[in-house]
Antibody
Framework: EVQLVESGGGLVQPGGSLRLSCVASGFSFSSYWMHWIRQVPGKGLVWVSRINSDGSGTSYADSVKGRFTVSRDNSKNTLYLQMNSLTAEDTAVYFC???????????WGQGTLVTVSS | ESVLTQSPGTLSLSPGERATLSCRASQSVNNNYLAWYQQKVGQAPRLLIYGASSRATGIPDRFSGSGSGTDFTLTISRLEPEDFAVYHCQQYGSSPWTFGQGTKVEIK
């Protein structure tokens, strides 16, 4: 069974940093691109970042470029999102998702809530 | 960036009724790479439809997708109690991926 489990969310002050993790199981993690997508509670979904299967290629939404860094450790089946210089606009639930060419994504984790507030 | 506009914002229907949800893109969606997701409160989105009209694994056939280019539709032929939720469309044909703002299907 495919599982994606995010962790690392929490309350952080504006200007602070946080690192999210997503542990994958039930599939060959190193074969798949992975994405981060976020959602302000009660609002729509916003794509944040993606990383290719071996970690050599990344892409970011303009709103996070230069502040967020996506990475992965295929030996640990884990995806990361390093978030720096956080602002209130980054407050959201962050989901990791598995990338699939034919459908974009298929499996999603349950999400981890990041709250940026003083 | 392709902007997706979903309508209506809220759809109030009774179980057994037909639901028709619309998603309009500001530019043509490459390869009709348009997906629909269902999301219930406190849960992650669940993939329903991809490629505008293909049902994902395990999705009941009361869910169907249609459309091409800039206009897409999700139809739920007969609403079951578990279908009342928020539905999102997403285009993955061009970067960055974008989502609509969602349509809430609520019990009338």
């Amino acid at each position: 069974e495919v599982q994606l489990v995010e962790s690392g969310g929490g309350l952080v002050q504006p200007g602070g940093s946080l690192r999210l993790s997503c542990v994958a199981s039930g599939f060959s993690f190193s074969s798949y691109w992975m994405h981060w997508i976020r959602q302000v509670p009660g609002k729509g979904l916003v794509w944040v970042s993606r990383i290719n299967s071996d970690g050599s290629g990344t892409s970011y939404a303009d709103s996070v470029k230069g502040r967020f860094t996506v990475s992965r450790d295929n030996s640990k089946n884990t995806l990361y999102l390093q978030m720096n210089s956080l602002t209130a606009e980054d407050t959201a639930v962050y989901f990791c998702t598995r990338g699939v060419a034919v459908s974009g994504t298929d499996y999603w984790g349950q999400g981890t809530l990041v709250t940026v507030s003083s | 960036e392709s902007v997706l506009t979903q309508s209506p914002g809220t759809l109030s229907l009774s179980p057994g009724e037909r639901a028709t949800l619309s998603c309009r893109a500001s530019q043509s969606v490459n390869n009709n790479y348009l997906a629909w997701y269902q999301q219930k409160v406190g849960q992650a989105p669940r993939l329903l439809i991809y490629g505008a009209s293909s049902r994902a694994t395990g999705i009941p056939d009361r869910f169907s997708g249609s459309g091409s280019g800039t206009d897409f539709t999700l139809t739920i032929s007969r609403l079951e109690p578990e279908d009342f939720a928020v539905y999102h469309c997403q285009q993955y044909g061009s970067s960055p991926w974008t989502f609509g703002q969602g349509t809430k299907v609520e019990i009338k």
